[in-house]
């Protein structure tokens, strides 16, 4: 019973004994009435409070960041008690609470409301409550939901017809030739020698140190052609350069898996995860899920994932999307260029985004000697003309 019926059922407990003591009868029915609605209020709202499903619905479609997000709310009771009135609170991760009001259609009960320009990111519900409460407000009941559900916003990407990448000699429209491939082999085990195996498949170290012959165990490792590294550094971020970053790295893995090239999305976040992606109609949800929860909460360099034996560093082409250009990071770089491996990077000038002046990076000179494609990203610049092949070049390969 909520405060408002505690003082109703007060006010008629004492309109009857001044009903009694006075001899006022025309006080009895307003008594009764006063101490009867406030407990008929917490009785209906007793049967009524029982298990209760709810379904949300975030908009229709791919949600982008910057645009208002409707959420749809439908609650079913179980109870065949019909609840007076249905109110829930929500509280999701980064947006706070939500309180709507719901409307009974039918055995259900509806409502909606908006987040307006809701930036990237997943948010989770943390919490929901559902309210039970009469037209009067005189009793109440809250029934607590799990905590389940989110809400994903996408990142914005954009449409690039070719990459700043492919404008060297030995890229024909986007497309490597398959010579270009590498075997993609590795050292599995070793084993002794069989009769009539090739000596080539020897592994002389070891033959050496048992003083008998071994061959290798192989296995097929397939390469990725291509591997987008985007760097979550978090003392890199300045206002939205971070968000930037997942838009160059999103839209030129969109534009490979568009062209059915076999690509690996890393993110260099507190937690290292890669999603694959072979083609636009079966696993790109996935990675493009990934970008929409990238958070800038990295703190390995990048320079000490290549350096290991990680997907993106076995890619046969790698896309680096970073904001710190470390002399490490470009002397990997400028190896990887030289061993004929292909690699390209975008850099974004974070302080362009927090208004701060931009800075002149001496790695980024050094890399274009090197013949390694570069994008610089800087506030307010068209994302579709950085990252794409400019027209001249176009122009020069055909």
Partial sequence: MTRRGKLTLLLGLLAYAAAWLFGAQVLYPAAAGLVLAPLGARMWVR?????????RRAGRGALLEGDDVWVSLEAKPASRVPPPGLS???????????????RRDGRAYRGTYVLERVPRGRYVVEAAEIAIEDPFGLARAEVELPGSGSVVVYPRLVQLEGLFSESGVNAQDGRRMLLQRQAGFDLHSVREYERGESLRKVHWPTTARRGQLMVKELEDAPRDEIAVLLDADADA????????????????????AAR????????????????????????????????????????????????RESPAARALELVVVTARLSPALGTKLVQRAHAN?????????????????????????????????????????????????SRAARSARA
């Fill in 47 to 55: 049967l009524a409070a029982g298990p209760i499903s709810l379904t």
């Fill in 88 to 102: 829930i609170r929500e509280r999701l991760a980064r947006l706070g609470n939500r309180r709507t009001s719901l």
């Fill in 237 to 256: 971020v300045a206002g939205g350069s971070f968000d930037a970053q997942v838009r160059a790295a999103g839209s030129i893995l969109r534009t490979h």
């Fill in 260 to 307: 059915g090239r076999r690509a690996v999305l890393t993110l260099n976040a507190a937690q290292v995860t890669s999603v694959r992606v072979s083609s636009l109609e079966t696993d790109w949800e996935a990675a493009f899920e990934a970008l929409a929860a990238a958070e800038p909460n990295g703190f390995r360099p990048v320079v000490e994932l290549l350096a």
């Fill in 341 to 389: 491996h292909g690699v390209s990077i975008v850099w974004v000038d974070a302080p362009s985004f927090a208004a701060r002046p931009t800075r002149v990076e001496p790695e980024l000179l050094r890399l274009q000697a090197a013949g390694i494609p570069v994008a610089v990203v800087r506030a307010g610049d068209d994302l579709t003309a950085t990252l794409s092949v």
